[in-house]
């Protein structure tokens, strides 16, 4: 788990005594925090809202659809919003399209958030049945808003970059090593990517 800074402490002085780098990390810039969304459908409205947006813009979105459809939001209305209605709720024709996904997996039981089964492999599956949703999208679910301890983002650029430099390899490592390289982390792959951003943003790295 990587919710309680009890838990995520344990799994980065796992990591400390596995990686040199690592605990390096630690005592050049400190313990990170948890990050922590909460579970269910509202976090994967809010992604979706979110998605190649600024956060600003992100906000005023979810401002307007909120007060379109209800806090928390009615699925069953939404699903049923003609285009005209969800373009007055701040949603582009795509974005609309990926709402209703989640939507209607959600309601008609195809989709159990409260349920998602417990090997990550196949909880990252059915988070992706949902339209605009990735791996990387279902991934950063399952690490905040579940505290999946061994979630490894592989395709996050950020964790890419910072762990090509704090390994000192040649260049960032492609998704495939990374998860390669990850294997060695397991069970605290999790606490690695948090760990990756928190080193990430200490130095300031620009992409």
């Given at each position: 788990m990587v919710r309680t800074v009890d838990s995520l402490h344990q799994s980065l002085d796992a990591l400390a005594e596995r990686e040199e780098a690592f605990a390096k990390v630690l005592k050049d810039h400190g313990r990170p925090d948890p990050r922590v969304s909460e579970p269910g459908v509202e976090t994967l409205l809010r992604t979706i809202v979110g998605q190649q947006v600024s956060v600003a813009a992100a906000r005023s979105m979810w401002n307007k659809l909120t007060a379109k459809f209800g806090q928390p939001v009615n699925l069953k209305i939404l699903l049923a919003a003609s285009d005209e209605e969800m373009r007055e709720a701040g949603m582009s024709r795509q974005k609309a399209g990926y709402l209703r996904s989640l939507a209607g997996l959600v309601l008609s039981g195809e989709l159990n958030l409260a349920h998602l089964p417990e090997d990550d492999e196949e909880a990252i599956a059915h988070l992706v049945q949902i339209k605009g949703i990735g791996r990387w999208s279902a991934?950063?679910?399952?690490?905040?808003?579940?505290?999946?301890?061994?979630?490894w983002p592989a395709g996050d650029l950020a964790v890419q970059i910072q762990i090509g430099k704090l390994l000192g390899l040649d260049g960032k490592p492609t998704e495939k090593q990374l998860r390669e390289l990850g294997e060695k982390w397991r069970p605290h792959r999790g606490a690695a990517a948090v760990l990756a951003w928190h080193s990430y943003n200490s130095v300031g790295t620009a992409l």
């Open positions: 991934e950063i679910y399952l690490l905040f808003a579940e505290g999946r301890g061994d979630v």
